[in-house]
């Protein structure tokens, strides 16, 4: 049992950043009905910049290791939605009224672009983040000791989670992005700014993508520039298993995924911990073709 409940915690930590990676593929298509392909890459510059922040500004050496990780993850998250906001700009709104097939070969392009760009500034030799700055002691819960970080990591993963659920549902902003996402032609008669609405939707997503990029770094001690395919993928099949375009149903299919495969590396094989996973999302789209909580794409009257 206790076997159990350290592979449940860690599949969770590791489900709360897949989740912070699929809202961003979410968010995108359910306003644009576009994958933007190139938001794996957006993680790992999020995953590079908090490392180079962290090593350069000795952040946590001056104003202490809880307080600088703090404002590291404000600065990757601001950053990164910088860099969001610009791809939208140049590789997504040109195209807009072009033929999807154009606006997929961008995000395709865009990917490549930023994978290799990343190669070329930081090289393409793995790099390592300081060891210590994160708690190495355990908690009792219920009987098991559980690593502290795993209950911290999945615990920001839902408050971020649930931030962006506030947002989208309890505030004006949202109000605008779920408009924009229903109609963007009646929205435009109802006064908002469609534009604006877009470049905020990917402001917004591949922010969550840095921070999730940043805690990936703190948590494995490690990354490489080609991090953001493998974790894009993942998070591209959790927010298809939970229902593309459904906020919820991306938080819910990370966190199921991250499960899912935890447990089967840990019960079965962790070579096939993938294959395992995929099978899984492939039996749940069989069941329910639209994902778990259904895909929230409404159709025009």
Known sequence: MEEFFQQLTNGLAVGGIYALIALGYTMVYGVLKLINFAHGDLFTIGAFLGLTLLTS?????????????????????ILVGVVGVLLERIAYRPLRTSPRLSAVVSALGASIFFQNAVM???????????????????????????????????????????????????????????????DQG???????????????????????????GVMVGLYYGQINFTMGWL????????????????????????LLLGVVESLGAAYISIAWKDAISFLVLILILIVRPTGLLGERVADKV
Request: hydrophobic content about 60%.
């Open 57 to 77: 500004l000795g952040l946590t050496d001056s104003i202490g290791p809880v307080a600088g990780l703090l404002v590291l993850a404000v600065m990757v998250v």
């Open 120 to 182: 070329l500034i930081w090289g393409a030799r793995p790099l390592v983040f300081p060891h210590g700055l994160l708690p190495s002691m355990t908690v009792n819960v219920l009987g098991v000791e559980l690593p502290l970080i795993r209950i911290i990591m999945f615990a920001i993963s839902v408050l971020l989670m649930c931030g962006l659920y506030y947002l989208t549902h309890k505030t004006r902003i949202g109000t605008a992005i779920r408009a924009a996402a229903i």
């Open 186 to 212: 009646a929205a435009k008669l109802m006064g908002i700014d469609v534009n604006r609405v877009i470049s905020l939707v990917f402001m917004i997503g591949p922010a969550l993508g840095g921070a999730a």
């Open 231 to 254: 974790y894009g993928l993942k998070a591209f099949t959790a927010a298809i298993l939970g229902g593309i375009g459904n906020i919820p149903g991306a938080m819910l299919g990370g």
